[in-house]
């Protein structure tokens, strides 16, 4: 499995989620009890702790790297999210399939392929630069340090507002999938999936990049450089 790593972007810090961001997960989920959902979101401290003690269990199992989302200038847990459907394609091709264990090579623990999902965020700091720069950190980490081929990004085809958001990033759909699982809600959903590739990643970058510089130019105070210049900049170390 992957080892866990602290990610630290302009404005937040994503952190290997763990029992000290329980209470932060409860405040900051605390605006979104009573609104329907897409996502996991838990509602009190006893949800935030079993919430942080199975994103661990599948860390544990080589399956997700789970994430707080902390302010960085007041160290606020505004939300959470995570890479997740981790897919290794190393190694040899071997036919027939055997019923032996599958021995990892030295280079199993780095995926090829990854998922970004399960992420919910306080309704105080959505629509702004806090996803952006979360989206930018784990991109990042994904293609520049991992080198991965692909990353795959979901929603439930209802959900608006996210698949705009990920829209936004230059992310290219690869359709609906009709009928593909249960919501939250317990009607049976469609699925519509969204993925980047290794190649279009410099230009989704690029158009993170001038969407944050964009968000910062309308801030009296920005959080983070109001310049695309001044982000490729400090983006440039990041990963």
């Given at each position: 499995m992957p080892?866990?790593?602290?990610?630290d972007g302009?404005?937040?810090?994503?952190?290997?989620?763990?029992?000290?961001?329980?209470?932060?997960l409860a405040?900051a989920a605390?605006?979104?009890?009573?609104?329907?959902?897409f996502t996991?979101?838990?509602h009190?401290?006893?949800?935030a702790?079993?919430?942080?003690?199975?994103?661990e269990?599948?860390?544990?199992?080589?399956?997700?790297l789970?994430?707080?989302?902390?302010?960085?200038g007041?160290?606020?847990?505004?939300?959470?999210?995570?890479f997740t459907?981790?897919d290794?394609?190393q190694?040899p091709?071997t036919?027939p399939?055997?019923?032996?264990?599958?021995?990892?090579?030295?280079?199993?623990?780095?995926?090829?392929?990854?998922?970004?999902?399960?992420?919910?965020?306080?309704p105080?700091?959505?629509?702004?630069?806090?996803n952006?720069?979360?989206?930018?950190?784990?991109?990042t980490?994904?293609?520049d340090?991992w080198?991965?081929?692909?990353v795959?990004?979901?929603?439930?085809?209802?959900?608006?507002?996210?698949r705009?958001a990920i829209?936004?990033?230059?992310?290219v759909?690869?359709?609906v999938?009709r009928?593909?699982?249960r919501g939250?809600?317990?009607?049976v959903r469609?699925?519509?999936?969204?993925?980047?590739?290794?190649?279009?990643w410099?230009?989704?970058?690029?158009?993170?990049?001038?969407?944050?510089?964009?968000r910062?130019?309308q801030r009296?105070?920005?959080?983070?450089?109001?310049t695309?210049e001044?982000?490729?900049a400090?983006?440039a170390?990041?990963?």
């Amino acid at each position: 499995m992957p080892a866990p790593v602290i990610l630290d972007g302009r404005i937040v810090r994503l952190e290997p989620l763990a029992t000290h961001h329980v209470p932060g997960l409860a405040a900051a989920a605390q605006a979104l009890r009573g609104q329907p959902g897409f996502t996991v979101v838990p509602h009190g401290e006893q949800e935030a702790r079993t919430y942080v003690f199975q994103a661990e269990a599948a860390q544990l199992a080589g399956s997700a790297l789970a994430f707080a989302i902390v302010m960085i200038g007041d160290e606020c847990v505004v939300g959470a999210t995570r890479f997740t459907r981790l897919d290794y394609w190393q190694g040899p091709l071997t036919w027939p399939l055997s019923a032996e264990p599958v021995t990892a090579s030295p280079g199993g623990a780095i995926p090829d392929a990854v998922e970004i999902g399960n992420t919910w965020l306080t309704p105080a700091v959505r629509g702004g630069q806090v996803n952006l720069d979360s989206k930018l950190l784990l991109l990042t980490h994904a293609f520049d340090t991992w080198r991965v081929r692909r990353v795959t990004l979901r929603a439930d085809a209802r959900n608006l507002r996210s698949r705009a958001a990920i829209e936004r990033l230059g992310a290219v759909s690869d359709g609906v999938r009709r009928a593909h699982s249960r919501g939250l809600d317990g009607e049976v959903r469609d699925t519509a999936f969204y993925s980047i590739l290794r190649d279009e990643w410099p230009g989704v970058r690029e158009r993170i990049i001038e969407q944050l510089a964009a968000r910062a130019a309308q801030r009296r105070a920005p959080l983070i450089p109001a310049t695309a210049e001044a982000l490729r900049a400090l983006t440039a170390s990041i990963g």
